[in-house]
């Protein structure tokens, strides 16, 4: 049994956590829910041994852990997969495995691949090419990763932080299949997740934080998604609609690919690529990842050549880099600085910088400022000020930043990759709300993602992915069993990459 007593956690003049009592049971999967900023993570870091609390205790089977030490709590039996991968990204994948074992006297690499390729197997994960370097993969890989990593040293509590965003159709359930499996061996699981039919299908119990307190916890065949949902928002806070928009009708052809053709180290990564993005509607990418969702991305941005075909944009004098904005798929490490802080990370859009710095190369400090505590404002960024580092927000709020530092620059093109990943049900249903109004009033929308159900919401013209070549799908006409089939490459040539009239 895991267990909490009154933990208290103050980061400056945040109050994270007040007073937090939480306890999971053997043999139970334990779901721990929250809006964005509701203090989670940083529960969760605390039960691992990495963050110390103010005052409290954390406890296993009753006897207390040493607090804030992550290497007692991972003696203990306590292993963890966090939202943010937690990888040494200069040493390759099977490295980052065999770190659990460097107490033997000589690693053997052969053992550390089959042990992973076993739990792979499993669980429907592919691994990546051997000796690859972590820096080269992508963020779900990464993710994935680190769960092989904390399954591979067996664990009495098996901590798991949003762990199903980042997983196809095709390996949710075998996951969500294991957790059931580790239940039923004896070992605790704490899954926190912003799904809540997911969190329901599996979990034994649920607990709930709102503003650093636990505000409900209940057995979870007691309770329904309403209640959760109220319980997460609050009584005066009504639930979201997440129903499907009306399609919009394209405007003017603001970019378009004529059989775009990529290769990259003698393979082929897009395959006579052709598609159209227009003023006012937003057109989706669904894909697992490494399929050339990326690559398609940096053609588009202008930052990568392609090896054969051509676009065409509307606007040939425009600057692309400010013309297109990127929201990237990894936002710590290609979308925001996490030590800089909020105000000086607007300045990494081109838009906002030009309006933010002087001819000579001054920054206007207090107009960027301003400026950024309107946008924390307008979009509901959990911050105490403009001032603070972005790398202390919560990463659902990080995600929501780098989404309104996007949309205040107002450009004519985003590519947005996974824009809810991190997201509590209610901040996505904001952004998407947003996302959508940005392309009424005329912008031009790429939105790649692996969630199905955001996809069907969002777009107006939906293509599937794999292996460099893209197939339109029949919006109405397949439903999402027959789009994973496209999705693992199951899609008649015949469809496949053809221009639109």
């Known amino acids: 049994m895991l267990a909490a007593k009154s933990i208290t956690k103050q980061f400056g003049r945040i109050r994270a956590l007040a007073g937090v009592d939480f306890v999971a049971s053997r043999g139970e999967i334990h779901a721990l829910l929250g809006e964005n900023g509701a203090g989670k993570s940083t529960l969760i870091r605390i039960l691992t041994g990495i963050l110390r609390p103010d005052s ?5 089977n009753r006897i207390p852990l040493q607090v804030g030490s992550a290497a007692t709590a991972l003696r203990r039996g306590i292993a963890a997969v966090y939202q943010t991968p937690m990888l040494f990204e200069r040493m390759t994948w099977e490295e980052n495995l065999a770190l659990g074992r460097l107490n033997q006297r000589r690693l053997d690499f052969v053992q550390v691949t089959a042990e992973a390729q076993a739990v792979a197997a499993d669980l429907g994960f592919t691994l990546p090419p051997p000796r690859t370097l972590v820096e080269e993969l992508s963020v779900p890989e990464r993710v994935r990763l680190e769960i092989l990593r904390a399954l591979r040293s067996h664990p009495q509590v098996l901590i798991l932080d949003e762990p199903t965003s980042i997983l196809s159709p095709t390996e949710l359930q075998p996951f969500l299949a294991l957790l059931c499996r580790l239940r039923s061996q004896g070992r605790t699981v704490v899954l926190v ?28 065949c007691h309770t329904n998604e309403a209640e959760l949902a109220r319980l997460m928002m609050g009584e005066d806070r009504p639930r979201p609609s997440s129903a499907p928009t009306e399609r919009r009708q394209p405007g003017k052809p603001v970019v ?12 082929l990564v897009l395959d006579r690529v052709s598609l159209t993005l227009h003023s006012g509607a937003i057109v989706g990418i669904a ?18 050549s392609a090896s054969s075909g051509s676009i065409v944009v509307a606007d040939p004098n425009c600057d692309r880099r400010e ?12 979308g925001l600085i996490l030590e800089l802080s909020l105000w000086e990370n607007l300045l990494l859009a081109p838009r906002l910088r030009r309006r933010l710095v002087s001819r000579h190369g001054w920054i206007r400090r207090a107009s960027a400022i301003q400026l950024c505590e309107e946008i924390i404002s307008l979009f509901n960024v959990r911050a105490y000020s403009a001032k603070v580092p972005v790398g202390s927000l919560s990463g659902g ?16 093109v985003i590519a947005a990759c996974d824009i809810s990943r991190g997201l509590d049900f209610s901040a996505a249903a904001e952004l998407r709300a947003r996302l959508c109004e940005y392309a009424r009033r005329g912008g031009a929308v790429l939105l790649i993602s692996a969630d199905l159900e955001e996809l069907f919401e969002l777009c107006d013209r939906l293509y599937v992915i794999n292996r460099g070549r893209v197939a339109e799908v029949r919006l109405g006409q397949q439903n999402m069993a027959e789009i994973g089939l496209m999705m693992a490459g199951h899609f008649a040539d015949e469809t496949e990459s053809r221009p639109e009239k």
């Open 256 to 267: 378009q690919l004529h059989q775009i053709t990529v290769r990259s180290a003698d393979r």
């Open 56 to 60: 409290g205790q954390v406890t296993l």
């Open 323 to 334: 013309a297109i904005a990127i929201v990237p798929q990894d936002r710590d490490g290609d």
């Open 193 to 220: 997740t912003h799904k809540l039919a997911e969190a329901l299908a599996v979990a034994d119990h649920v607990t709930i934080l709102r503003a650093g307190k636990v505000v409900g916890e209940t057995a979870a």
């Open 287 to 304: 894909g697992v990842e490494r399929n050339g969702q990326e690559e398609l991305v940096e053609v588009i941005a202008g930052v990568r």
């Open 397 to 412: 709020n990080r995600q929501r930043f780098l989404i309104a530092r996007t949309l205040a620059a107002t450009p004519a």
